[in-house]
């Protein structure tokens, strides 16, 4: 990898103009201070892709570690509010607690009945990390993986809303908990609680007297995501309880 080849790459994977000075090194402070922000951390993807070398793999994983141990270290100076993932992707960087929930719930998400809402979830978290972040796209997105979820669970209802909650997901909760008088009082305030989140999040999807709702601010954006986040990991747990036992062997077989 030189100069001359990731000035190449770098234009044609971003379609932007690269200067021809971009064969001196000394011109590249100044290119790179000249990019539109997504372009400029879209261009540390570029080059972590660009550095494999399938000749010299034990090179190209030592120079690739270099580059994002020193880029994160600049990240970290700088407060930079991205972070940076092992393949050089460059996401909006929210805190731990954030990112720890986002990564077990995909990791919970596993079963080929769940692909919709991981789609759904995917496209949340690409919203988030668009230069500026797509928070209202965000919102409909998690929205829209928690409502895929709830008509998988309970097949009929068209939508999620209030009253569908109250009608199917309360009944069901009776159901599971009905020997678990703790368990059942707690769960119904967390159906109290979702059918809150629902309300919240319609704002966003439909607000009274637009055509286009304004978008919500950052944290609020991030409130509703990481609620949402928390429901369909609860909403999974009830699924699993619903779902038919397999019967037993007949005996004398496995």
């Known amino acids: 990898m030189d100069r001359d080849t990731f000035g190449v790459v770098l234009a044609k994977k971003l379609g932007i103009p690269v200067p021809s000075n971009y064969r001196y090194g000394d011109y590249w402070p100044k290119i790179m201070e000249n990019l539109e922000l997504r372009d400029f951390l879209d261009t540390i993807t570029v080059l972590y892709q660009t550095l494999e070398n399938k000749f010299q793999p034990e090179r190209s994983r030592v120079t690739r570690e270099r580059l994002l141990q020193e880029a994160r270290e600049i990240f970290e100076e700088e407060q930079i509010a991205y972070q940076i993932d092992d393949q050089g992707g460059v996401h909006l960087k929210i805190d731990a607690a954030f990112e720890g929930e986002r990564a077990s719930l995909i990791s919970g998400l596993g079963d080929a009945r769940y692909n919709n809402v991981r789609s759904n979830l995917d496209a949340t978290f690409q919203a988030l990390d668009e230069t500026p972040p797509d928070y209202k796209g965000a919102v409909r997105a998690i929205f829209s993986a928690a409502e895929g979820l709830f008509k998988l669970i309970f097949s009929k209802p068209l939508q999620m809303n209030t009253a569908e909650i109250q009608a199917r997901l309360k009944p069901a909760i009776d159901r599971i908990y009905a020997d678990n008088t703790p368990a059942l009082r707690s769960s119904h305030k967390q159906v109290e609680s979702l059918r809150d989140w629902v309300d919240g999040a319609h704002v966003y999807r439909h607000e009274s007297g637009t055509e ?23 909403l999974v747990a009830i699924d699993r309880l619903l779902m038919p036992q397999p019967l037993p062997s007949p005996e004398g077989t496995s």
Request: hydrophobic fraction near 50%.
């Open 212 to 234: 286009e709702p304004s978008p919500p601010p950052a944290e609020t954006a991030v409130l509703i995501v990481s609620q949402g986040m928390a429901f369909i990991r609860w």
